[in-house]
C-alpha cells in the first residue's frame, strides 16, 4: 500500500484500535457497554462466573483461519517425580520459587495459529539467546490465587477479569490474541489438577499464587511483531499476605523516576512496568520503606504503590464529607486492578451510606495537606499478591506523614472491606465472584 | 533503618544517583568532565581505543569484595560440530537467526559475584519459568558490529562506548555492574574465535552483528532487584544495511502512542522499550511506513525514528543558515547512539564551515513548515542496525511531507557522512575509532 493512500484517520494506530482489535477477538468478555460502575475504561467484565463449563464463548476470530488456543484439546502427562510440598511458614514456601508438580504450556506461531496445549511435570523452559523474549520484553502475565476454603472448596477470585486483562496486554505488546475463556479452563485444569495436595482440605486459609504468562519466543534478532509466542500458566508458593501490623511505608516518588505516562503501557500488565521500578524500589527499601508510591506529573497526582493501586480515606476540605478516593483510568496510566474494581464495587454497594466513592485525579499535595490538618482517615495499597494493605507512613518532601491505623488491622473501613474479601475468597460468604474449581 | 531517618536529600534515587553508581564502578568509562562536544549528557568517551590490552582499567567497587567479571578467566571449549555459514545476501542470512559457532556467557549472582566466563558452542538457553528476565523485562543489551575491512583486517566501531552504554543500561534496570572494560575483551574474544571463518577476508564490506545482552536469571517471582543474572553475548547474521534507494517512509506517532517519558528510561538499552513499540511499528508497516517517528509531548518534539536516532538538515526561517538538527539528551528520552554521536562529531569538525550543528527541541510542525516552505534540505535515520538511513517521507497529520534525495545515495550531506562514516568502519581510513581484532 502506498503511503500516499494512508486513510486521514490512522485509528489503527490508537489505545482504542488495539480495544477494538481485542473486541474482535472476544466479544463476549470485552464489553465496554455493560454499566460498570467504576469508571472510564471498564473494559472487563466478569459476568458469568460458574464455572468453567458455563464460562466465557469461545469465539475465533472471523478473520483467521488459523487454529485458535483450545483448552478442550489439552494434553496431559502427570509427573513421576512428585515433588514435595512446603511447610505451611517456612522459608522454602516464602521464596517465591517453589511451583507446584505441574505447569501447562502452549506454542503459537504466525503461521499455524495455536498447537495443542499441554499439561506436563514443572520444568526448566529452553530459549534460544535470540528470543524475542529476552531482549524486547515482549512478555505479559496475570497474577492470580488459587483459595483453600473454609468449606473446604478450592476457589478462583474473578478469573474472567484476568483472563481478559492478559488478552489485553498481549495485546499491548503485539503478542498473539486468544479466547480468554480457553485460558481461564487452562488454568482451571491446572487448579484442579494440582490444587488437592498442594492445598490439603485440612489447611482452609491457604493459598497458592497463579501466573499465567506469555513470552515471544521467536528465535530471530529484528525488532517486530513476534511471529513465535510462549504460552505457560504456573502455581508457586507464596508467603503469607499478613503485611506488617504497622502497615506499609511509602516513599512518594521524586521527578526523575517515573513509572508510568499517557501513551505508554502502565495500563497493562507487560513486563516493562516493572523492571524499570526495581532501582527505585530497592533504594527505597534500603533507606527503610516497603514500596515506593508512584507520582506523577508535575502537580505530584498519586496513582500507585509499588505495583498495587492506592486509596484514601479522607475527609473532604469544604465539607467534612466522607470520601474513598482512587486515581481514575481515564488516562491509562494504572492498572484495572481486579482487586481495586473489587474494593469500589463493595464499597459502594456496602458503605454508599457512609462514604462517597470517588475516582478522580488527586495529589500528594492534597493528601499531605489532609494529613497535616487531621483530615486523612486511612490509606491502604490494594493488589492481588498483596491483597490490601493498610499503609502507616507515607514519605513526602522531607517529612514522614503517618496515617492513622489500628494495628495488625488497618483502618475501620479497610479491615472491612478486606474481610468482606477474604469471605468470597475463601467461601465463608457464597458469592458470584468466586469461582469453585471443582476437584475430583 | 527507621523511615523518619531518611535524609532529606534523597539522591540515591534519581538519575544523577545512578549515574554515580557508574561511575563507582568505573571511574575511567564515565567520564562526564571529558569535554565531549555533543550535549548535556555526554557520559560516554572512547579516549583508548588501540586493543584490548591497552583498554579501559578494570576498577574493582571498593565497596564489593566479591570477584568481578574477569576476562582473563575465560575458559574456552569449541564446538565440535561447527555451523555452516550462509551465502552472502541469502534468505537465511537476512533472517537474523543465524548465530555463529560459539557464544559467551557469564554468571553472576548477589551472593557470588562473577562467575568465571565461559566461551562455549552456541546452543540455547535454559531459564525456569519463574526467571525474572520472563517476567519483568529485567533485561538489557547492545547492538554493534563486526566488520571485515578493505585493509583485511576485522574492526569494531568505538566499542568502549556500547560497554560504558550497557554498563548504564544494566544499572537502570537493577542488574549487576561489571568494568566495561571486561566485556569489551569477551566481545573482542569471541570475534576473534568466529570472525576468521564467518567473514573471509575475500568478503571484504560485510559485518557480522554483535548482541551483548544481560538477563535477571533469578528463579523466583518476587518483584525485587535481580539475585541472579546471565550476561551472554552472540554473534549474529544481518541483512545487508542498505536501505530503500527512496528512502526510508515515516508515519509520524499520534498522541496516544508515546515510546518514553522524563523520568523514564527512554536513554537506556533496555527492553522495556522495545515490546511497547511493536503495535505502533507494526500498524505503520501494516500502512505501509517503514518506521514510526516517535513525538512527544503537546508541541510534538521530534524524538526518534523507530529505534534510531533522527537528524534533519534544513535551512532557517529567518535567516536561511544551514543547519544538521537532532534532539538534546538532556530529559533522558532518547538514545545516546554511537552513531549520532559520531555524526555530530564528525560534522562538527568536517562540515563546520558550512552547516550548524545544532542539538535542541525541535517540533514536527517546524519540520513540517521547513518542507512547504522548501527549506527542508535532508533527513536521515542514525543507528548501529541500519546505519545512515536517508528519510524520504514522513505522514504527518494527514499528510505526505517529501524530503529531497538523491535515489539510492540520500541528500549530499547524509551521503558524505554515510561514507566517512563507512571509511572508518571498513579500515579505507585508519581512525582511532576504528578497534583493531587480532586475528591469529
Request: charged share 20%.
Given at each position: 500500500?502506498?503511503?500516499?493512500?494512508?486513510?486521514?484517520?490512522?485509528?489503527?494506530?490508537t489505545?482504542?484500535?488495539?480495544a477494538?482489535?481485542?473486541a474482535?477477538?472476544?466479544?463476549?468478555?470485552?464489553?465496554?457497554?455493560?454499566?460498570?460502575s467504576?469508571?472510564?475504561?471498564?473494559?472487563?467484565?466478569?459476568?458469568i462466573?460458574?464455572?468453567?463449563?458455563?464460562?466465557?464463548?469461545?469465539?475465533?476470530?472471523?478473520?483467521?483461519?488459523?487454529?485458535?488456543?483450545?483448552?478442550?484439546?489439552?494434553?496431559?502427562?502427570?509427573?513421576?517425580?512428585p515433588r514435595?510440598?512446603p511447610?505451611?511458614g517456612?522459608?522454602e514456601?516464602?521464596?517465591?520459587?517453589?511451583?507446584?508438580?505441574?505447569?501447562?504450556?502452549?506454542?503459537?506461531?504466525?503461521?499455524?495459529?495455536?498447537?495443542?496445549p499441554?499439561l506436563?511435570p514443572?520444568?526448566?523452559?529452553?530459549?534460544?539467546?535470540?528470543?524475542?523474549?529476552l531482549?524486547?520484553a515482549?512478555?505479559?502475565?496475570?497474577?492470580?490465587?488459587?483459595?483453600?476454603?473454609f468449606?473446604?472448596?478450592?476457589?478462583?477470585?474473578?478469573?474472567?477479569?484476568?483472563?481478559?486483562?492478559?488478552?489485553?496486554?498481549?495485546?499491548?505488546?503485539?503478542?498473539?490474541?486468544?479466547?480468554?475463556?480457553?485460558l481461564?479452563?487452562?488454568?482451571?485444569?491446572?487448579?484442579?489438577?494440582?490444587?488437592?495436595?498442594?492445598?490439603?482440605?485440612?489447611?482452609?486459609?491457604?493459598?497458592?499464587?497463579?501466573?499465567p504468562?506469555?513470552?515471544a519466543?521467536?528465535?530471530?534478532?529484528?525488532?517486530?511483531?513476534?511471529?513465535?509466542?510462549?504460552?505457560?500458566?504456573?502455581?508457586?508458593?507464596f508467603?503469607?499476605?499478613?503485611?506488617?501490623?504497622?502497615?506499609?511505608?511509602?516513599?512518594?516518588?521524586k521527578?526523575?523516576?517515573?513509572?508510568?505516562?499517557?501513551?505508554g503501557?502502565?495500563?497493562?500488565?507487560?513486563?516493562?512496568?516493572?523492571?524499570?521500578?526495581?532501582?527505585?524500589?530497592?533504594?527505597?527499601?534500603?533507606?527503610?520503606?516497603?514500596?515506593?508510591?508512584?507520582?506523577?506529573?508535575k502537580?505530584?497526582?498519586?496513582?500507585e504503590?509499588?505495583?498495587?493501586?492506592?486509596?484514601?480515606i479522607?475527609?473532604t476540605?469544604?465539607?467534612?464529607?466522607?470520601?474513598?478516593?482512587t486515581?481514575?483510568?481515564g488516562?491509562?496510566?494504572i492498572?484495572?486492578g481486579?482487586t481495586?474494581?473489587?474494593?469500589l464495587?463493595?464499597?459502594?454497594?456496602?458503605?454508599?451510606?457512609e462514604?462517597?466513592?470517588?475516582?478522580?485525579?488527586y495529589?500528594?499535595?492534597?493528601?499531605?495537606?489532609?494529613?497535616?490538618?487531621?483530615?486523612?482517615?486511612?490509606?491502604?495499597?490494594?493488589?492481588?499478591?498483596?491483597?490490601?494493605?493498610?499503609?502507616?507512613?507515607?514519605?513526602?518532601?522531607?517529612?514522614?506523614?503517618?496515617?492513622?491505623?489500628e494495628?495488625?488491622?488497618?483502618?475501620?473501613?479497610t479491615?472491612?472491606l478486606?474481610?468482606?474479601?477474604?469471605d468470597?475468597?475463601w467461601?465463608?460468604?457464597?458469592?458470584e465472584w468466586?469461582?469453585?474449581?471443582?476437584?475430583?
Amino acid at each position: 500500500m502506498a503511503p500516499s493512500a494512508v486513510p486521514q484517520d490512522d485509528s489503527t494506530l490508537t489505545a482504542n484500535g488495539i480495544a477494538s482489535s481485542i473486541a474482535k477477538t472476544a466479544p463476549s468478555v470485552l464489553d465496554s457497554s455493560s454499566g460498570q460502575s467504576n469508571g472510564t475504561s471498564a473494559l472487563l467484565t466478569d459476568k458469568i462466573t460458574n464455572g468453567p463449563s458455563n464460562g466465557l464463548k469461545s469465539t475465533p476470530s472471523a478473520s483467521s483461519p488459523l487454529p485458535e488456543l483450545d483448552a478442550s484439546k489439552l494434553t496431559i502427562t502427570l509427573t513421576q517425580n512428585p515433588r514435595s510440598v512446603p511447610a505451611a511458614g517456612s522459608p522454602e514456601q516464602a521464596s517465591q520459587k517453589v511451583c507446584t508438580d505441574h505447569m501447562i504450556t502452549a506454542q503459537w506461531t504466525s503461521s499455524s495459529g495455536w498447537a495443542v496445549p499441554e499439561l506436563k511435570p514443572y520444568g526448566p523452559l529452553t530459549l534460544m539467546p535470540t528470543a524475542s523474549c529476552l531482549h524486547y520484553a515482549t512478555e505479559c502475565f496475570e497474577g492470580m490465587k488459587l483459595y483453600r476454603g473454609f468449606d473446604g472448596k478450592l476457589r478462583l477470585f474473578r478469573p474472567n477479569l484476568n483472563c481478559a486483562r492478559m488478552l489485553m496486554s498481549a495485546n499491548r505488546i503485539a503478542l498473539p490474541s486468544f479466547p480468554p475463556t480457553e485460558l481461564l479452563k487452562l488454568i482451571a485444569k491446572l487448579c484442579e489438577t494440582d490444587g488437592g495436595k498442594w492445598l490439603p482440605k485440612d489447611q482452609p486459609g491457604s493459598f497458592l499464587y497463579i501466573r499465567p504468562t506469555m513470552i515471544a519466543s521467536d528465535p530471530a534478532l529484528g525488532v517486530q511483531r513476534p511471529k513465535e509466542a510462549t504460552l505457560f500458566i504456573i502455581l508457586t508458593c507464596f508467603p503469607p499476605m499478613d503485611s506488617d501490623p504497622k502497615g506499609l511505608k511509602l516513599l512518594a516518588s521524586k521527578n526523575d523516576m517515573v513509572r508510568a505516562w499517557p501513551g505508554g503501557f502502565g495500563y497493562a500488565k507487560v513486563g516493562a512496568n516493572y523492571g524499570p521500578s526495581l532501582v527505585a524500589q530497592g533504594e527505597a527499601r534500603a533507606l527503610g520503606f516497603d514500596q515506593i508510591l508512584w507520582l506523577f506529573g508535575k502537580n505530584g497526582e498519586v496513582t500507585e504503590a509499588g505495583a498495587s493501586n492506592f486509596f484514601v480515606i479522607w475527609r473532604t476540605k469544604d465539607e467534612g464529607k466522607l470520601q474513598l478516593v482512587t486515581a481514575p483510568l481515564g488516562e491509562k496510566i494504572i492498572l484495572d486492578g481486579v482487586t481495586r474494581r473489587s474494593v469500589l464495587e463493595l464499597a459502594r454497594e456496602k458503605l454508599g451510606g457512609e462514604l462517597e466513592v470517588v475516582e478522580r485525579k488527586y495529589t500528594m499535595a492534597e493528601v499531605a495537606e489532609a494529613q497535616q490538618e487531621g483530615r486523612l482517615v486511612e490509606a491502604f495499597a490494594a493488589g492481588t499478591a498483596f491483597f490490601i494493605a493498610p499503609v502507616g507512613l507515607i514519605h513526602y518532601h522531607g517529612n514522614d506523614l503517618g496515617v492513622p491505623l489500628e494495628e495488625g488491622k488497618g483502618g475501620k473501613y479497610t479491615y472491612q472491606l478486606k474481610t468482606w474479601l477474604k469471605d468470597i475468597m475463601w467461601g465463608n460468604q457464597q458469592h458470584e465472584w468466586g469461582y469453585v474449581i471443582e476437584e475430583k
